[in-house]
C-alpha cells in the first residue's frame, strides 16, 4: 500500500485494554464455521449427561417450569418450550433476514441462477419425505414425514471449512443455496403439516400486528425499539393461535427492508458537511456540535439497511447461544446400541442419507436436462452428489420439527435417527468430496 493510499484511510478509533480480549473474541464469532462447532460440543454434551448418572436432573431441568406474567395475565410453559417457541423465533427470524437477502441482492434474486439450488432443494425433500414414509405409513411415526426435509447450513458451513480451498466457489454457492431453499420450504411445513387447531381471533390479531408493521415501515418509522415491542405481539398472537410461534419470526424477517434510507453519496456529503462546519469552530458550541455529530451519527447507521444492520447483530447470538441452548434442551436422548435399529430411527436416517443425495442429484439433472438451471463449469455430478451429501445434516430443523411431530418415544427414536444419520451424511459427504475434488495448489 503507497503513503498516498495510507491518508486516504480514515485514522483508527481509540483503543482500551479490553479491546486486546474483546477483538479476537468478536473476530472468532464471526467466523460461521465456529458455530458448527458450539453446536458439535453442546450436542455432544447432551447426550453425554443423558446417558450418564446425571441424566434425571439434567433432562429433568428443561421441564422446570418458568412463568411470565403482569397482574392477572401470565404465561407458564416449561424452559424447554420458552426456548423452542421463543428463542427459535429469532432463530427463524434470522433465517427470515437471509432468505430476504438472497432474493433481494443474492443468487436467489437472478430466477436463471436460482434455479438450480431450487430444483436441488426441492428434491432434496421430496425424495426424504418420500422415504420415510415409505418406510412408516400406517406406523407410529408416520406424522414425522418432515424430519428429514431440511439442511443444518452451520454444520454444512463448518465443514466445508475443514475442506479448505479445495471447495469452489461455485460449490459453496450452491450448498448455502440449497440449504436457504430448504428452509423455506421447512417453514412451510411446519406452518401447514404441524399446524392442528387455529384460534381465529387470536391469528387475526396477528395478521392485524403484521398490517401495521407493513404500514409503520411505509410512513418512515426506523426505530428498532418500537419494532421490538411490535414484534413482540406478533409472536403472542401467533403463539396463542396455533400456527406455530416461529412463524411470526420469519414473517417479521421477510419485511424486514433490504434497502439503506440513506446513500453513500448522502453519507459522503453528510459527513463533509459536518466536517466542514465543525472545523469551522462548530466545535465550540455543545449545541451544534451535539446536532451535527446527532446527524453523522443518523446518516452512518441509516447507510446500512436495517436487514444488513440485524443479521450482522443477530447471528452471532443465533449461533453461540441460541442454537447451542436449543441443542442442550433436545440433543439429550438416552439410548442404546439397538436403538438404532428402531424403525422410527432407520427411517429419519434413511431420509437423510439417502433421500437427500438422490433427491438433490435426480431433480437438479432433470432441471438442467430440460434446459430450466445450469450445471456450473467448475462443478460434476460427482462432486452435486457430495453436496447432497453434506444437505443429509439435518440436526436444528430436523430435531425442532422431530418436536413438533412425535413425542415420547417416538420423539427419542427419531432424536436417535437425527443424531446418527447427520453424523454418517456428513462424515461421508467430507470423504467424497475429499476424494471427488481437486488438492489445492502448493
Known amino acids: 500500500m503507497t503513503g498516498d493510499e495510507h491518508s486516504q484511510l480514515p485514522r483508527s478509533l481509540p483503543r482500551e485494554p479490553v479491546d486486546r480480549v474483546v477483538e479476537p473474541l468478536s473476530r472468532f464469532l464471526h467466523v460461521e464455521a465456529a458455530s458448527g462447532v458450539v453446536l458439535i460440543l453442546c450436542a455432544g454434551t447432551a447426550l453425554v449427561l443423558a446417558n450418564s448418572p446425571l441424566a434425571d436432573g439434567f433432562l429433568g431441568f428443561w421441564n422446570t417450569p418458568f412463568t411470565i406474567g403482569i397482574g392477572s395475565l401470565e404465561m407458564s410453559h416449561s424452559l424447554k418450550h420458552w426456548i423452542n417457541d421463543g428463542l427459535m423465533a429469532i432463530f427463524f427470524f434470522v433465517i427470515g433476514l437471509e432468505v430476504k437477502r438472497e432474493a433481494v441482492i443474492g443468487e436467489l434474486r437472478d430466477p436463471r441462477r436460482a434455479a438450480l439450488p431450487i430444483a436441488a432443494a426441492l428434491g432434496g425433500m421430496i425424495a426424504p419425505a418420500a422415504i420415510y414414509l415409505w418406510l412408516q405409513l400406517g406406523e407410529a411415526g408416520q406424522r414425522g414425514w418432515g424430519i428429514p426435509m431440511a439442511t443444518d447450513i452451520a454444520f454444512v458451513v463448518g465443514c466445508m471449512a475443514l475442506l479448505g480451498s479445495r471447495v469452489p466457489l461455485s460449490l459453496r454457492v450452491v450448498l448455502l443455496s440449497i440449504a436457504i431453499a430448504d428452509d423455506i420450504g421447512a417453514i412451510l411445513v411446519i406452518a401447514i403439516g404441524y399446524t392442528e387447531t387455529i384460534d381465529t381471533t387470536a391469528l387475526l390479531l396477528g395478521v392485524l400486528g403484521v398490517g401495521v408493521v407493513v404500514a409503520m415501515a411505509r410512513v418512515g418509522v426506523r426505530s428498532i425499539g418500537v419494532y421490538l415491542v411490535m414484534g413482540a405481539g406478533v409472536w403472542l398472537a401467533f403463539h396463542e393461535s396455533g400456527v406455530h410461534a416461529t412463524i411470526a419470526g420469519v414473517v ?69 447461544a441460541i442454537m447451542p441452548v436449543f441443542a442442550l434442551a433436545n440433543a439429550g436422548v438416552t439410548f442404546e446400541i439397538s436403538d438404532f435399529g428402531n424403525p422410527i430411527a432407520v427411517a429419519s436416517a434413511a431420509g437423510l442419507v439417502i433421500g437427500k443425495p438422490v433427491g438433490i442429484v435426480c431433480v437438479s439433472w432433470l432441471a438442467v436436462r430440460l434446459g430450466l438451471a445450469k450445471l456450473p463449469e467448475d462443478l460434476d455430478w460427482g462432486v452435486m452428489a457430495g453436496a447432497g451429501m453434506l444437505a443429509g445434516i439435518g440436526f436444528t430443523m430436523a430435531l425442532f420439527i422431530a418436536g413438533l411431530a412425535l413425542d415420547g418415544g417416538a420423539l427419542d427414536a427419531a432424536k436417535v435417527g437425527i443424531l446418527g444419520g447427520s453424523a454418517v451424511a456428513g462424515a461421508a459427504g467430507m470423504a467424497w468430496l475429499r476424494w471427488r475434488l481437486p488438492a489445492p495448489a502448493a
Do not use: I, K, N, Y
Open 252 to 320: 417479521l424477517g421477510l419485511l424486514t427492508p433490504a434497502r439503506s434510507w440513506v446513500s453513500p453519496g448522502l453519507l459522503g456529503e453528510t459527513v463533509q458537511s459536518a466536517g466542514s462546519f465543525l472545523q469551522g469552530g462548530g466545535w465550540d458550541s455543545p449545541a451544534a456540535r451535539g446536532a451535527a455529530l446527532r446527524q453523522v451519527e443518523t446518516a452512518a447507521r441509516e447507510a446500512v439497511s436495517p436487514l444488513e444492520r440485524l443479521e450482522t447483530r443477530l447471528h452471532p447470538w443465533v449461533g453461540f
